[in-house]
């Protein structure tokens, strides 16, 4: 549609925009609450850890001698800014899942926000313990759907062959 990736093909559409696509298949999977309220808070967790990413993604494009202290406020705002929040709310509530005690897209959004800032610095979670046994549980169940052959064809097949399938969030499309 805009000549950009990526594009999606999905319940005969060709979707585009990340988030108008992520927002669909959560909806189409039952991951994005269970009412309005449930759907604004998905919506604050998802939209901040992707503030993160979007920092992490643009740390390559930084020129040489800028790049060492635009990693530091990376490290900076993930362990005083973001992921304490997330370990809060779990700690509070008790729950495996940030909202409504039950799977959601802002538990998908924040595995991926973990993997990708612990390659910035392998122990960023040193601190917070919640979110490392949250990283472990959802590890396991990733690596345990996407092992099972029938998800690992779904991936492909709605995706037309495309190399993303090993992405936590289309592992849902299963
Ligand atoms: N807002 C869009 C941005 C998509 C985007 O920037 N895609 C880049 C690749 S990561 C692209 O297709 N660039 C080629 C172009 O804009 O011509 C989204 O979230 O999907």
């Given at each position: 549609m805009f000549q950009q990736v990526p594009m999606v093909e999905i319940d005969g559409m060709k979707m585009v925009q990340t988030r108008a696509i992520l927002n669909y298949i959560a909806g189409k999977h039952n991951l994005y609450g269970k009412d309005l309220k449930e759907r604004a808070l998905i919506d604050m967790y998802v939209e901040a850890t992707m503030d993160l990413n979007e920092m992490i993604m643009h740390h390559p494009l930084q020129p040489p001698e800028a790049r060492a202290k635009h990693l530091a406020s990376i490290i900076e705002k993930a362990t005083t800014r973001y992921f304490p929040v997330y370990e809060k709310a779990l700690k509070d509530h008790g729950q495996d899942f940030l909202v409504g005690n039950r799977f959601s897209r802002a538990d998908v959004q924040l595995l991926?926000?973990?993997?990708?800032?612990?390659?910035?610095?392998?122990?960023?979670?040193?601190?917070?313990?919640?979110?490392?046994?949250?990283?472990?549980?959802?590890?396991?169940?990733?690596?345990?759907?996407?092992?099972?052959?029938?998800?690992?064809?779904?991936?492909?097949s709605e995706l037309g062959g495309l190399q993303y399938h090993n992405h936590p969030s289309l592992v849902l499309l299963g």
């Open positions: 991926e926000t973990i993997l990708i800032a612990e390659e910035c610095k392998p122990d960023i979670l040193s601190k917070f313990p919640v979110l490392q046994v949250k990283e472990l549980i959802a590890l396991t169940v990733w690596i345990h759907l996407y092992l099972s052959k029938k998800i690992r064809f779904a991936i492909r």
